[in-house]
Structure formats: structure tokens, C-alpha cells
């Protein structure tokens, strides 16, 4: 063999390693992909690793939203209870009152303002009645006293002493005002004293406040 004949044969084995070189290389690309993407063709344009991670990670979490969409998570806990309750309300408003036990403090401060109460008001009604009691004794005082003039005043009516017996039935008349019998009384005495319109306006008003006195309206009846 001649050296013309050994160059051939050397460059056509160096063609075939080139050649095996390339298709090497491009093989190796469409496995590993460009930039290490994953069997991508090197013919066509390729998404970085980044973007395709952030687009699986929203869905994901837009697939989680719609799940939980519509739900509500109610956590209530406290002394001798913990409560956890979830509701599905869709696209529904809701509304809801939980009546729970009250901690032994916060009832403690209850029964104390119960109480308190039932104190303040068993206060003022001791209050109000001896108001009441106080008010009744003073009356009493002043019906007694009065009775005492209004005895006086007969007494002093029937021995003719007429002016007398009409200062004590004006001063039973200060303590009570309204007494229909103070009023018959004084009718009398006017009468007797030959006052008429004094009388008759005294027996009048007597009458206006007890209708009942008889002895009053036979009395106005013979008035002239």
C-alpha cells in the first residue's frame, strides 16, 4: 500500500468520526434539552424551568380557591368546651348566633349584678314603704287633730258659743281641706249666726264632696 492510499483511507476515517461527533451532539441536545429544559427539540423555542414551576404553582392554588370557596371556618373555645365548626355557604350570605357557657368569672359577675339588682330593688321598695308608712302616719296625725276641733267646735256649737265653735272648725278645716264633715258643720254654725249665703255655701260644698249627707240636703232644702 502506498502513502497516496494511507492519506485516503485516514481521511475518510476522520470524516466519519466529524460526522459521528455531530449527530452525537445533536442528540444529546433534544435529550437534555436547551438551557436543561427537558426533551425539547432544539428546532423550536423553549420556556425557561422558572416559568413553568410559577404557572403549575397558580393553578394549584386557583384549583385550591375554588375548593375552599364558600366555606367558613368557625373556631370558638374557652373553659370546658372547644368548638370547631365549618360551613358551606356557597355564594350565600349567612348568618348565625352561638350561645355558649358562660366562664365561671363571667357568670360570678352576673349572678353579682343579678344580685345587686335584686338588692337595689328590695332597697327602694323598703324605701317606699316607709315613705308610704310615713306619709300614712302624718294623715292620721291630721284626721286625729282635726276630729278633735271638729268635737270641740259641737260642743261649743250646742252652748251657743258660735264665733268659738267656728275658729275650731276653720283650724279642722286647715288640717283637712276636703272634710265634707267640717264643712256640714260650719254650714250650721253660719246658719245659726243668720249668715244664709255663708251657710248655703258651706252645706254645698259639703254635699259636693260626700253626696251621702242627708241631714246636709234637708237642711238646703228649707233655706229660703
Not at 14 to 42: H, I, T
Not at 82 to 88: H, K, Y
Not at 161 to 168: G, H, N
Not at 186 to 201: D, F, N, Q, T, V
Request: proline fraction near 4%; glycine fraction near 6%.
Amino acid at each position: 500500500m502506498n502513502i497516496k492510499s494511507i492519506n485516503i483511507i485516514l481521511s475518510i476515517l476522520l470524516a466519519s468520526v466529524a460526522l459521528s461527533g455531530c449527530a452525537y451532539d445533536r442528540s444529546n441536545k433534544m435529550v437534555k434539552g436547551y438551557k436543561g429544559s427537558a426533551w425539547v427539540d432544539p428546532g423550536k423555542p423553549t420556556i425557561p424551568v422558572e416559568e413553568v414551576v410559577e404557572v403549575t404553582t397558580l393553578e394549584k392554588v386557583a384549583e385550591q380557591a375554588k375548593k375552599q370557596h364558600g366555606l367558613m371556618h368557625v373556631h370558638r373555645y374557652g373553659e370546658g368546651y372547644d368548638i370547631l365548626l365549618t360551613l358551606d355557604a356557597g355564594d350565600s350570605d349567612v348568618k348565625f348566633i352561638m350561645e355558649l357557657p358562660q366562664s365561671k368569672k363571667e357568670k360570678a359577675g352576673s349572678d353579682t349584678s343579678e344580685l345587686s339588682a335584686e338588692e337595689a330593688a328590695a332597697t327602694a321598695h323598703d324605701q317606699a314603704n316607709g315613705e308610704i308608712t310615713e306619709q300614712e302616719v302624718k294623715k292620721l296625725r291630721k284626721v286625729e287633730t282635726m276630729t278633735k276641733y271638729i268635737l270641740n267646735a259641737q260642743s261649743l256649737f250646742y252652748k251657743k258659743q258660735y264665733w268659738d265653735a267656728l275658729d275650731e272648725t276653720n283650724a279642722a278645716l286647715d288640717l283637712v281641706p276636703d272634710s265634707a264633715q267640717a264643712l256640714a258643720l260650719k254650714g250650721s254654725i253660719y246658719y245659726k249666726m243668720g249668715l244664709i249665703p255663708e251657710a248655703r255655701s258651706s252645706w254645698e260644698e259639703a254635699l259636693r264632696i260626700d253626696p251621702e249627707l242627708t241631714q246636709v240636703q234637708s237642711s238646703l232644702s228649707r233655706l229660703p
